[in-house]
């Protein structure tokens, strides 16, 4: 199911399943302005030419200029907006001018604004914690191979051609790796790549996503760290934002939610695969942890 599975950002990504959902050539001029406030959904952003604002629900407005990329990995409301604040009667609906191709802003004036804007989502049963353990926003300036990866998907998400799907989810786990490693230019807030960014929690974070299945406990990860157990404990809770036993059963159940829906195997098998030695034990974590049993889990659509 895993390629790597001791290394925990690929692990996540590939967890999360993600699949592209729209990709746009925006093109915008003079003053203009979009606004949704009704999104729930990743969202990716590589400004190709001009400068624009950004204003994310619950975040300070940033400014974007051309080679700079934004990912969200969870985006409930935005306004992109010329860096002058147009009045109330310029058009505010992006008009669509061919397919996968937006203009912005009144249709006479020159283009001075380009953007590649996406849109994807996450199928894994388990994306609201895969997700709860990235930054809430990357902004990355002048990092060329995200900004070629862009194009590519774009591109792909046009065409028709046999193996498409399949391209466009590598690309996008590509995208999605690319753009997390690459580091913002603020402070980290409490997650993994700040746990990961922290060489003895990084040892503990690749044996707690490489062996699900063992005997995990905060002394043991403690003595990989090479760390005592309280300084431990007390520096992954700061840094990662959880309990490391709150963390250990938290990747478990994002596991084992893949393999209930996945199928094929018991309960019992799934139980050894993320650290429980049976079944009954199993299942009386995951009814703890999800509020229902994983029968009946594997049964939801």
């Known amino acids: 199911m895993l390629d790597n599975p001791s290394d925990p950002l690929s692990n996540v990504v590939t967890l999360l399943k993600p699949s592209v959902s729209i990709s746009k050539m925006v093109e915008a001029g003079g003053q203009w302005l979009v606004e949704r406030r009704d999104m729930d959904s990743p969202f990716y952003c590589a400004m190709v030419e001009g400068r624009c604002r950004l204003h994310v629900t619950g975040r300070d407005p940033v400014t974007l200029t051309s080679g700079d990329f934004v990912l ?12 002058d604040t147009p009045p109330a009667h310029v058009p505010r609906l992006p008009l669509e001018t061919s397919p996968g191709r937006f203009r ?15 849109h994807c989502r996450f199928d894994s049963p388990a994306s609201n914690l895969l997700v709860s353990l990235l930054p809430d926003m990357i902004h990355v300036s002048g990092h060329s ?15 028709d051609r046999p193996g498409r799907g399949m391209i466009l989810g590598r690309l996008l ?4 790796i690319e753009a997390l490693r690459s580091g913002p230019a603020t402070p980290l807030s409490p997650g993994l790549l700040r746990g990961l960014s922290d060489p003895q929690l990084a040892i503990a974070l690749q044996r707690i996503h490489g062996e699900a299945s063992g005997a995990l406990s905060v ?19 700061k840094e990662v934002g959880r309990a490391p036993m709150d963390y250990v059963t938290g990747w478990r159940m994002a596991v084992a939610k893949t393999l209930l829906r996945q199928g094929g195997l018991t309960n019992t098998e799934i139980a050894l695969k993320v650290g429980y030695g049976s079944a009954s034990a199993f299942g009386l ?9 994983p029968g009946a889990f594997a049964k939801e659509d």
């Open 72 to 83: 969200i990995p969870h985006l409930q409301g935005f306004t992109m907006s010329s860096e």
């Open 104 to 118: 912005l802003g009144l249709p006479q004036a020159p283009v001075d604004v380009r953007a590649l804007v996406g």
């Open 145 to 159: 191979r995200l900004m070629d990866l862009v194009p590519m998907l774009h591109e792909e998400t046009r065409a």
């Open 173 to 176: 786990e590509v995208l999605l």
């Open 219 to 237: 002394s043991e990860l403690a003595k990989d760290a090479g760390m005592s157990r309280s300084g431990f404990f007390e520096r992954f809770r």
């Open 285 to 293: 974590a995951f009814v703890r942890h999800e509020g229902l049993s």
